[in-house]
């Protein structure tokens, strides 16, 4: 399952690369804006930082603004994946890209109907948002099971990213379904990496060893 950082600041990622976890990252534009950086220039940096896909979101929303902002996305690095909103022109744009060998993440899925479409227009990945529905009291892990299903029984290829993920539970459950990928905030990633019965058992090590008065190993 690929693991991808859901974050537009570059320290955030740097911090989490260098043992094999962090096979990409993702990008909004609400997080770009955050940042305050020029996208051109900090998505530059991301692909630079991480060996693997880096999603940079278009913000126009007509067919031939979204053409272009996405090539212009695209030029910055191998590595960019275009991503694009799950709208009738998002979707004209992601048939077009495919065609050309362009990768795209399907953005702002809420629904199965949503994700088949993303996957007959050619999308790469599509982005499923389980937090945000269960947010508004939906079930978003059901709908992952059911895109799962539904890609499996027809072999679509595009990848299921897990996305709007709110909880390592979240991130289990996800990989459990079946999900190709998930994008997840720095926090929670860090928070796979936790367990309270880990610590006290490395310090109730630790200590025993101490006791021995070695110092190190010798
Ligand atoms: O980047 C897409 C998605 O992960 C956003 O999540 O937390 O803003 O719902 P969130």
Same mark, same amino acid.
């Given at each position: 399952?690929?693991?991808?950082? /859901?974050?537009?600041?570059?320290?955030?990622?740097?911090?989490?690369?260098?043992?094999?976890? &962090?096979d990409?990252?993702?990008?909004?534009?609400?997080?770009?804006?955050?940042?305050?950086?020029?996208?051109?220039?900090?998505?530059?940096?991301?692909?630079?930082?991480?060996?693997?896909?880096?999603? +940079?979101?278009?913000?126009?929303? /007509?067919?031939?603004?979204?053409?272009?902002?996405? =090539?212009?996305? =695209?030029?910055?690095?191998?590595?960019?994946? &275009?991503?694009?909103?799950?709208?009738?022109?998002?979707?004209?744009?992601?048939?077009?890209?495919?065609?050309?060998?362009?990768?795209?993440?399907?953005?702002?899925?809420?629904?199965?109907?949503? +994700?088949?479409?993303?996957?007959?227009?050619?999308?790469?990945? &599509?982005?499923?948002?389980?937090? =945000?529905?269960?947010?508004?009291g939906?079930?978003?892990?059901?709908?992952?099971?059911?895109?799962?299903?539904?890609?499996?029984?027809?072999?679509?290829?595009?990848?299921?990213? +897990?996305?709007?993920? =709110?909880?390592?539970?979240?991130?289990?459950?996800?990989?459990r379904?079946?999900? /190709?990928?998930?994008t997840?905030?720095?926090?929670?990633?860090?928070?796979?990496?936790?367990?309270?019965l880990?610590?006290?058992g490395?310090?109730?090590?630790? /200590?025993?060893?101490?006791?021995?008065?070695?110092?190190?190993?010798?």
């Amino acid at each position: 399952m690929q693991l991808f950082l /859901d974050t537009a600041e570059i320290s955030e990622i740097t911090a989490r690369t260098g043992a094999g976890l &962090v096979d990409g990252v993702t990008t909004n534009p609400s997080l770009m804006a955050k940042s305050g950086a020029d996208i051109f220039e900090r998505i530059a940096e991301i692909c630079a930082a991480v060996d693997g896909p880096v999603s +940079a979101e278009v913000v126009a929303t /007509d067919l031939e603004g979204i053409l272009e902002e996405g =090539r212009r996305l =695209r030029a910055i690095a191998d590595n960019v994946v &275009v991503k694009l909103p799950l709208t009738a022109d998002g979707l004209k744009a992601c048939h077009i890209f495919s065609g050309e060998g362009i990768p795209t993440n399907v953005t702002l899925c809420f629904s199965l109907n949503q +994700a088949l479409l993303a996957a007959k227009a050619g999308a790469t990945f &599509v982005s499923p948002f389980v937090g =945000r529905i269960e947010d508004m009291g939906g079930d978003g892990l059901g709908l992952l099971e059911a895109i799962r299903e539904v890609y499996d029984q027809f072999g679509y290829e595009t990848a299921i990213l +897990a996305a709007s993920l =709110r909880s390592a539970t979240h991130v289990e459950m996800a990989a459990r379904i079946g999900c /190709d990928a998930a994008t997840l905030p720095p926090k929670i990633f860090d928070s796979m990496i936790l367990h309270p019965l880990t610590e006290t058992g490395l310090k109730a090590f630790l /200590d025993d060893w101490k006791k021995t008065g070695r110092s190190g190993l010798t």
